[in-house]
């Protein structure tokens, strides 16, 4: 019965079996022993000690060398990181770029191929971190200027480029189809590479200045980028101040709900537009900060095992800063159409605060009205009460008691409108009629006479001296009931004669010290009498 075989759930006593010292019986019976299965009870639930084991340890060194060992070795790490670095690119996914290749002579060899990122990292020498910024999939927002050891990545704005000493390889979104942008860039840039060669062909046997003066392959693509990515700029600028001006012009004649929202919609892009500009000259003055990006830009002189010194870049840096010059144009010019547009947003905010107040003041004098109107019905409603009093018999008490009644009615809302009026006056002027003195104030000419006069120690408030008198009669003789006008009459006056008080007193030493030359002169004539005599005598 015990070498039998039982098939189902078993029910044997433990203590009837014998033990078996290399195992532990608790564990081997614990787990067939209500078990569902159709085995037998000593089928063995752990693999035998014959069976093969894998080792825990790798190999020894001299069984994975070989004859030829480190060969090998360099070998394997080499199909071991290609291995890693495809499955990072299966992982990430595969570029899918539409890609133009221009090669040494100026012609495009490699119409609309396809690169794969494994493939461009191998050939190229790159990190798989380098292309992020040529990815299709990835937004472009800060552009790039990145410096390897056998190309120069570029990605501004709509241009991604990768730049060899002999080639230049131009990417596009394969989703979108080719703008006229990206057109006009690779005619610029294949005329600017030919260019470049009929010029180096001329100087080939010259000297080493000559040579020297000549921009080489790599620098007549980075040119012909930057020469696209400003006119990009520029183009963009010219169509958004355009709109900008229109807009302008519409909101001085009528500031409605379709003016303000183009404004909304125009800030934002246009925001959108400077943070790009900015971006860009970003990228561009990184570059200029490092020299040794600088100096690793040569990519010809390395590649002919001649590198440039670490300062010896001064071409690379003329165009480089010929290109932040447009650039900080641009976003000057942008800096100030946001600053036209805000201040536009500002005056429209205030000139709907003002609409606002008048409808809230004409609340006001309704409101003014019907207490006026209420106070003589009130006067009305005492004399309405069915109370007897003798002024029934009095012909002329309905026409005293009307008259009465409209007369206070009309003192209240002259009251109750005066002192709306003195709230609301929060103007800096009053008259209408002051708009055309106060542009003949601020004309250019008086402005620069006035800065003259307050050089030369005067105060002239930007008045001239000459028509003080007018402009006083014109405008302060206005308001001469006020206490601010009389004020500052007061105080102009007070200035005029510390003024006078001064060319007096300036007058005064000048005729005290032309006396006491005087009286020093006739001194010295006496003196000099009396010296004549005694030596006569």
């Keep these: 019965?015990?070498?039998?075989?039982?098939?189902?759930?078993?029910?044997?006593?433990?203590?009837?079996?014998?033990?078996?010292?290399?195992?532990?019986?608790?564990?081997?019976?614990?787990?067939?022993?209500?078990?569902?299965?159709?085995?037998?009870?000593?089928?063995?639930?752990?693999?035998?000690?014959?069976?093969?084991?894998?080792?825990?340890?790798?190999?020894?060194?001299?069984?994975?060398?070989?004859?030829?060992?480190?060969?090998?070795?360099?070998?394997?790490?080499?199909?071991?990181?290609?291995?890693?670095?495809?499955?990072l690119m299966d992982k990430a996914g595969e570029l899918s770029l539409r890609c133009s290749v221009l090669d040494a002579e100026g012609n495009w060899t490699a119409e609309e191929g396809k690169y794969k990122k494994s493939e461009l990292c191998r050939e190229h020498d790159l990190d798989p971190r380098d292309l992020r910024k040529l990815d299709s999939l990835a937004p472009n927002l800060v552009p790039i200027i990145l410096t390897r050891r056998t190309c120069i990545i570029v990605s501004m704005l709509h241009i991604k480029v990768l730049i060899k000493p002999d080639r230049v390889i131009v990417f596009d979104n394969s989703e979108?189809?080719?703008?006229?942008?990206?057109r006009r860039f690779k005619y610029h840039l294949e005329r600017n590479i030919k260019a470049g060669l009929g010029i180096q062909t001329s100087v080939d046997n010259g000297s080493k200045d000559c040579e020297e003066a000549v921009l080489c392959y790599e620098h007549r693509a980075l040119e012909s980028v930057l020469v696209a990515s400003a006119n990009a700029l520029e183009e963009e600028m010219a169509f958004t101040r355009h709109l900008v001006q229109h807009l302008l012009s519409d909101l001085e004649s009528d500031i409605n709900r379709e003016n303000l929202k183009r404004l909304l919609h125009y800030s934002r892009k246009i925001v959108g537009f400077q943070s790009r500009a900015r971006y860009?000259?970003?990228?561009?003055?990184?570059?200029?900060?490092?020299?040794?990006?600088?100096?690793?830009?040569?990519?010809?002189?390395?590649?002919?095992?001649?590198p440039r010194a670490l300062h010896d870049h001064e071409q690379l840096e003329l165009l480089l800063e010929s290109f932040v010059k447009q650039v900080e144009e641009i976003v000057s010019e942008v800096d100030t159409t946001v600053a036209n547009m805000n201040s536009t947003q500002e005056i429209a905010e205030l000139m709907l605060d003002s609409g606002r107040n008048a409808l809230l003041a004409l609340d006001v004098k309704i409101s003014?009205?019907?207490?006026?109107?209420?106070?003589?019905?009130?006067?009305?409603?005492?004399?309405?009460?069915?109370?007897?009093?003798?002024?029934e018999s009095t012909p002329y008490a309905f026409v005293v008691v009307s008259g009465t009644a409209s007369f206070i009615a009309l003192l209240v809302m002259i009251y109750g409108t005066k002192t709306l009026r003195r709230v609301r006056r929060v103007a800096l002027s009053d008259g209408r009629s002051r708009t055309d003195e106060l542009s003949i104030l601020m004309s250019s000419k008086?402005?620069?006479?006035?800065?003259?006069?307050?050089?030369?120690?005067?105060?002239?408030?930007?008045?001239?001296?000459?028509?003080?008198?007018?402009?006083?009669?014109?405008?302060?003789?206005?308001?001469?009931?006020?206490?601010?006008?009389?004020?500052?009459?007061?105080?102009?006056?007070?200035r005029y004669n510390q003024i006078q008080a001064a060319k007096q007193a300036q007058w005064q030493a000048a005729q005290q010290a032309r006396t006491w030359n005087r009286g020093s002169s006739k001194n010295n004539q006496s003196a000099n009498a009396t010296s004549s005599l005694w030596r006569h005598e």
């Design 176 to 182: 979108i189809q080719e703008s006229d942008t990206q």
């Design 446 to 494: 008086r402005w620069d006479r006035s800065v003259e006069q307050f050089s030369k120690g005067y105060d002239p408030f930007l008045v001239d001296n000459r028509k003080k008198q007018l402009l006083w009669d014109r405008i302060l003789w206005k308001n001469w009931g006020n206490s601010k006008s009389r004020d500052d009459k007061k105080a102009s006056m007070l």
């Design 368 to 391: 003014i009205a019907t207490l006026g109107i209420g106070t003589g019905a009130l006067i009305a409603g005492l004399f309405g009460m069915n109370l007897t009093s003798s002024l």
């Design 280 to 306: 860009v000259k970003r990228a561009v003055d990184e570059v200029l900060e490092s020299d040794e990006d600088l100096s690793a830009m040569y990519l010809t002189s390395r590649a002919q095992g001649r």
């Design 1 to 87: 019965m015990a070498s039998a075989a039982i098939a189902g759930p078993s029910r044997i006593p433990l203590r009837s079996y014998p033990l078996i010292p290399s195992r532990c019986p608790c564990k081997r019976q614990s787990r067939s022993l209500f078990t569902r299965r159709g085995t037998s009870f000593w089928t063995q639930s752990y693999p035998s000690s014959e069976s093969p084991q894998i080792p825990y340890t790798p190999p020894p060194p001299d069984q994975l060398i070989g004859r030829n060992g480190n060969e090998e070795v360099d070998g394997q790490r080499r199909d071991r990181k290609q291995r890693y670095l495809d499955s």
